[in-house]
């Protein structure tokens, strides 16, 4: 996987699985962004996802990419790093982040990949917000019917419609 890490970048996480339905084992890489000095809580650079898909000689090649579904290892608040995990299953991927203190929120966004399009759309959305104080517990789980076509490369979280907005 290090052929496709930026110079400085390091390897987050990777899982595998037939993500276009070819029958190869493709993957789902998470790069860290070089290290940058004096950053701020809530600021830096956001990780970048690649799907990787093998080719016919068996080789991974980029098919997308998405600087906007993981943020950066600060954005997380005073709760830490807000990547959870990446999980690869046949015909696609899931993405958790999290991050808060008082009110946590965590971020589940699923992407199944569409043959008709040769893209990996959003499934579904489920967001939440739990108040550690109170125990209150909002959360809001949206299906592709909710917020339409949207590929992997066009995909923007704070464009989704949020807890607090419904």
Avoid: N
Wanted: charged share 35%; net charge negative; glycine share 10%.
């Amino acid at each position: 996987m290090t052929q496709f890490l930026p110079a400085g970048g390091k390897q987050l996480a990777v899982q595998r699985a037939d993500l276009d339905g070819d029958g190869r084992e493709d993957a789902v890489l998470v790069i860290d962004p070089p290290v940058q000095a004096d950053v701020k809580l809530g600021e830096g650079a956001p990780r970048t996802v690649l799907v990787l898909i093998r080719d016919a000689d068996g080789k991974l090649q980029v098919a997308k990419r998405s600087e906007r579904l993981v943020p950066c290892a600060r954005c997380g608040g005073i709760a830490g790093d807000p990547f959870g995990y990446v999980r690869a299953y046949a015909g696609g991927f899931t993405v958790l982040i999290e991050g808060g203190s008082r009110e946590r929120w965590s971020d589940e966004f699923g992407f199944a990949y569409s043959a008709e399009q040769k893209d990996w759309l959003l499934e579904k959305a489920v967001r939440s917000v739990v108040d550690t104080d109170t125990g209150e517990d909002k959360r809001l789980d949206l299906q592709r019917k909710d917020f339409g076509a949207i590929r992997l490369e066009e995909f923007d979280r704070d464009k989704l419609p949020s807890v607090e907005e419904a």
